[in-house]
């Protein structure tokens, strides 16, 4: 199964402390996502809003843009379901199950939310209104996110390297060959190998 993503999405306008809206219109579509990148959804920067990619000398959100996020996160679920090695465990099959409850929601939301969080990790808005006309958010807790999956380090490694590399070479991130640029490596892997992150992740 593989559910296709539209092809709009849209940032919605920035929230105060209390939750309160700004006034301030912040919505865009896919295409234009890169013009509201100084909204007040930026208050709380990703991991990633400071790395600098070799191609750009700015960061992965900034240098590829909204749309190439999106064809990203498309890339990974098509890769993901496509799959038929034991590498990946289970963890994926138990997405919609609820069993454990961190794998509650269907697939289309878990898309939703691995999209935030990829694009607020890497320097774009901290929230975004999927196709599905829902909020998310991309500061997440990836050790609740993660609960109760048992991931290895060996399946988190396969899943970087067999699943997420490819997708962003896939869609036209630079991985360097001689002395060409490598954005895989200044501006993507730092945050997907940081340790505190894996460990986040990995066993939980």
Not at 23 to 42: F, H, P
Not at 47 to 58: D, E, F, R, W
Not at 94 to 113: N, Q, R, W
Request: with cysteine; glycine share 12%; hydrophobic share 40%.
């Amino acid at each position: 199964m593989r559910i296709a993503l539209a092809g709009s999405l849209a940032v919605l306008s920035a929230c105060g402390g209390d939750g309160g809206n700004t006034g301030k219109d912040a919505s865009a579509n896919v295409t234009d996502m890169e013009s509201v990148t100084d909204d007040l959804s930026m208050a709380s920067p990703g991991a990633g809003a400071t790395l600098a990619c070799q191609s750009s000398g700015k960061n992965a959100y900034l240098t590829y843009g909204a749309t190439a996020f999106n064809k990203v996160n498309d890339s990974i679920f098509a890769r993901v379901l496509a799959d038929a090695t034991a590498s990946l465990g289970d963890s994926f099959n138990k997405v919609g199950s609820g069993v454990p409850a961190s794998t509650a929601d269907p697939l289309e939301s878990f898309k939703g939310s691995l999209l935030a969080f990829l694009v607020h990790a890497y320097g774009g808005p901290s929230y975004l209104q999927y196709t599905d006309g829902v909020t998310y958010y991309g500061v997440r807790d990836m050790a609740v996110a993660h609960a109760g999956l048992g991931i290895t380090q060996a399946q988190y490694s396969y899943f970087v390297t067999s699943i997420i590399v490819p997708s962003l070479i896939e869609n036209g991130v630079l991985a360097g060959s001689g002395d060409g640029a490598d954005d895989i490596s200044s501006c993507f892997a730092p945050v997907l190998t940081d340790q505190a992150f894996v460990d986040s992740i990995v066993g939980k």
